[in-house]
């Protein structure tokens, strides 16, 4: 049909854009302990998961957006055996981590279990039996507090997490990613999404200069991913290595040996996604770009 | 939830206007041999029926538009024994029938079986078991040919049927009014909802129009039905009686002698109800509205 | 053009229910001192008036409201000399009332100035000239302040105010009911309109009973106001007369002798008007709906 | 504010997929001989220039558009002197191709005067006096017939065109390519916009293949351009040139003795823009990509 009539999902992108989404189908609305949680089918983007009506993902293009937050940061790393996933409760980004034969554990601490019920159920697809992986340990439990005590170390950190608003902006700020940094001890490699450029670039701004503060390296790149209606940022930051500087061999070779196999992400863009449009690079580099801290977290206001 | 987020259904009341619905669960969404049928569930209406992308009925109000859809009809003959509904698949127009004493048949022509079965099964409360009467009948077919062809005579017939357009416009022409007119039998009583005012007034007027030219006495009434966006007229017509001039005090007797119960309609507004404004009724009476014939049929178009 | 693309008016009636209105032209977007005003350009409606994102009327049916607002007070009285509307900056009802050749005297008080102005230059055929009309003083002010310290009396007070919320609450309370009751000097009757039978049906009922607890007779009516895409009731009330009890000649004759002329009201459905459906009627009975008072003020939210 | 109320443009995007675009003020809408034609002004992206409800451009990011648009194409030519821009009404291809200290002269072929017209005086950004420039030459006329009547050769075509449906569908055909080569004389540079992958996937495919088919070189690349809701695709193409093969020092030596300044492309992007992501890469091999053609054209349809 083409008349835009009959159901459709409202989501609101910034206060002055909204998208109108056709559904064919409401999965699930739910509210759990901690959020609202929606799963609405759709003809454009099969299966959208909400939370707290905003758009966390969707069947049809998930695996962009877990493929470009896994990989260039697990490919940074030499030899990742150890991975922290905080948030992520979806299992989408999990699934892409157990994928690399170098890995022996796997950390995911979910502040939601709920979530990850109703994902396993509703979204079987995006966990793709991940959960069931034996080097997997799952926590439910409040990710900034599991970083402050851990006495593990990993080699690469994977931030999955809500938008930074309400409680989640506390995994957003300067301190704690200094909280994460004593798990990497020296080593490693933390990546994280950063919302948008442009019309979300003040975020995406902060983010960046706010990892940038914390670790030697910082690098922004990103992926347009349709179910969200923006394009997306994600920045990988490490206090090793400069994930735009490594050899495009290199990663090529670490593809292959750890058995990777990819739909989006694949090693010969690895270094020149990190080539950002002059615009979005000179938005980095603002005097008055925001760091986030725990006394004055940045929040996405919308 | 304040914000205009989530789940909504796009529901188009004429071009330049539409509503936005906000949805819970998408009960079904289905096509029947004849037509698109959903059924979403509202927290402003409960349950919501839409065939083409047409409200049909809600929940919440429903009753509203079948008690002012059958009341002043069935009370405008005294004594109704014989029923013709055409379309009403829902069962709600059936349930406020059958509550008349008096009534020993009831036939029910509806074109599309399945939407009689959908109703049953997810509005379940609309029909209120009358389809389990045993003065009812219920046939499956096209109420034009069953009127052309029926040898039966009817007290009452019922037009609750899809808006004008495709091939639901033949059952609201001049001949079809003839027609229905033969089963009725010099007296009977016929009523069929008419739309809205203004808005959609071109419609309204050429039903009650139509329906004059065809009866000796046509009257206008209409009611505020929060789901349909709209005031809703109806039309009621006969040759033996003029429905608004039954005394007061005769439909207070009918409609206690016949036990009626109601929740809307009640017999004080049974004569208050055909006074209309002034530029509604002048609306009627211009004279560049269209007769709807076989020929010309008039159909909404929006 | 038949699809639903271009520009549109989100106009919120409830928390799950909107409008989108078709819009050619956005005349003015303005702040004032009080409150934001626009006025767009719709196909459907003509240029139409929001305060605060609200509504206020259409050129095409702002005579529904307006004559419906003030017919069926004035004509209840039978000599009106002196009248008092609160609000009413668009000009429209003062339009109404100055048809009345009985009327020597009106005070419109306005909390707006700016309303006003903006309305004679944008919206002029709602005012059609009244401001100009000798008889006619405005005062920009607030009514609640105005009422309370006026030393001069009125055969009928207008009220035609924003929905209540925020400060407007204080205009539907019982108090100020009984502040106006002293205006009107034991005869004289008053007329405010009154949201929305089931959809606002709470905030109708409570603004019905405040005004049955503050004068003897208290009439609610409604009219179909299709740019509202509402039925919107009026209530009408007095210590000296039933509104609803007025002879049918005796209003016909006022009419005629005032020299009125209308497209919506008339005599004919003075007493007709009054007769609500048993649902509508019931609604207002509830021992549950709340009586509007200065300490706990009803005030809309959606 | 903000509520989703107010005045907003529905924007289509898919048949399942549309945009809600706060509006402030609907500066023009109007109905060239060819075309509607509407400018909007909103908080989120400045003015926005639609045609028949399509995103032409907007103030905020129409940079991004015709920087990505002309300059990779102008700058894989050694000496652009003579271009030919077919389509680009609005000036804003036109404003860039200037920049260009090598270009003698430009021919601008645009359908619909009108829009040039509408677009200088209510959009004067977006030209920034380029029609005044002595080099430019405005022809209003078809471009399909200008092409193919041409006697003049050109070193760079660009092709900033309405999307492929109705007529402009001509103009995205192998056909129609296979003319524009001949302009071209051998050498020569072409460039197209494209669509967005995924969502238009099947759009930008077939362009891309269609000027694969009829060009030795072809490469796609795109950019995030907010106010089109999508990832934006451009495909350039020559029988002399690999753009994506030119030498990162010799395109920063070209962009520096041209006088240019830009604020999205910058040479250090020039290489790395061409890698695409590899299921978009894979899109474009399919087998089962549709070749545009005279007898065939691919056209939009949502």
Redo the contacts between chains.
Sequence with gaps: ????????????L?????????????VL?ARTRHQ?V?I?E???FGRML?ID?RVQLSE??EY?YHEMLVHPAMLSHPEPRSVLIIGGGDGGALREVVKHGTVRRVVLVELDGEVIEICRKHLGSVSAGAFDDPRVEVVVGDGREYVASSPEKFDVIILDLVDPYGQASRLYTYEFYLECKRLLGGGGVIVTHAQS???LGRYFASIFRTMASAFRYARAY???I?SF???WMFVVASDAVDPAEVDEEEVERRFRERGLS?????P??H???F?????VYEALQRSDVEISTDENPVSVD?
């Design positions: 049909m083409h008349s835009l009539s009959g159901s459709h999902y409202i989501d609101r910034t206060r002055n854009l909204a998208r109108l989404i056709r559904v064919n189908r409401v609305s609202a929606e609405v759709t003809p454009e909400f009506n049809a293009d962009i450029p442009y019309l990103g992926s347009w349709p209606g923006l394009y990819t739909r989006h992400y694949w010969k863009m270094r020149a996604m080539t950002l449009p002059k615009d919308i």
